[in-house]
């Protein structure tokens, strides 16, 4: 499975847009990338998926460059809830086991 | 909006003990899985399990874990002789052709 790189941590300011970038350098052909949320105590929770150029769902965006290595979540005007923890997993897909990396702890600020 | 169930929410036993920890998938899913977090680290897979057989398991996943689908709705985890470091949050999760939807977790606390 390829190797996710993302921030460690994030804040930022409700209502604001927030953009976390994941690289992903050794990517596969067949991979897809998806995007999970976590918050404390809780199971993680799926937000979106994508393979190419840009999809997005009523949570959130995703945009993948050309070369696919890296790709960037972003979630319009976050509010306070949207405090979490947010992974980036590469190859995973309905049926294989998800490998997490540490994620980015993203802090909204009232 | 169809969910998986884990029962306990919080289970506490002694070092030793047997424990077993429930899920319910969702209903029309195929594929079930089991993951752990121990506070403040990375969620690890245990283990998959298709058509009542493991398909992939960890290292972590050794002789004192066991999974099991005894009837069409439940699929649980047992550890057999429970270590202090087996304390965690434990995840269910459940897919069909794409993502993975989890549950709220168990927290099994080994005293």
């Given at each position: 499975l390829a190797k996710t790189t993302q921030p460690i941590s994030m804040d930022s300011y409700e209502g604001q847009e927030v953009n976390i970038t994941c690289s992903?350098?050794?990517?596969?052909?067949?991979d897809?990338?998806?995007?999970?949320?976590?918050?404390?105590?809780?199971g993680p929770?799926?937000?979106?998926?994508?393979?190419k150029t840009k999809v997005t769902n009523e949570v959130?965006?995703?945009?993948?460059?050309?070369?696919?290595?890296?790709?960037?979540?972003?979630?319009p005007r976050v509010s306070l809830s949207d405090t979490a923890v947010y992974y980036c997993l590469v190859g995973a897909s309905g049926n294989?086991?998800?490998?997490?990396g540490k994620g980015t702890r993203l802090s909204v600020i009232a | 909006e169809p969910e998986v169930t884990q029962?306990?929410?919080?289970?506490?036993?002694?070092?030793?003990?047997?424990?077993?920890?429930?899920?319910?998938?969702?209903s029309n899913h195929l594929y079930f899985y089991w993951y752990r977090q121990i506070l403040g680290?990375?969620?690890?897979?245990?283990?998959?399990?298709y058509n009542n057989e493991i398909s992939e398991k960890s290292e972590i996943f050794d002789d004192q874990f066991s999974v099991e689908r005894p009837d069409g709705s439940n699929f649980t985890l047992k550890i057999r002789s429970t270590k202090l470091e087996d304390s965690a949050m434990y995840f269910c999760a459940s897919s069909g052709i794409n993502e993975q939807f989890f549950g709220p977790g168990t927290r099994l606390t080994v005293l």
């Open positions: 992903h350098n050794n990517i596969a052909t067949n897809y990338i998806t995007w999970y949320q976590q918050f404390p105590s809780q929770r799926f937000i979106i998926q994508g393979y959130a965006s995703l945009f993948i460059p050309a070369d696919r290595k890296s790709s960037t979540l972003s979630l294989t086991p998800l490998v997490f | 029962t306990p929410s919080h289970q506490v036993t002694q070092m030793g003990q047997e424990v077993i920890l429930r899920c319910v998938p969702i680290q990375k969620v690890e897979f245990l283990v998959s399990f």
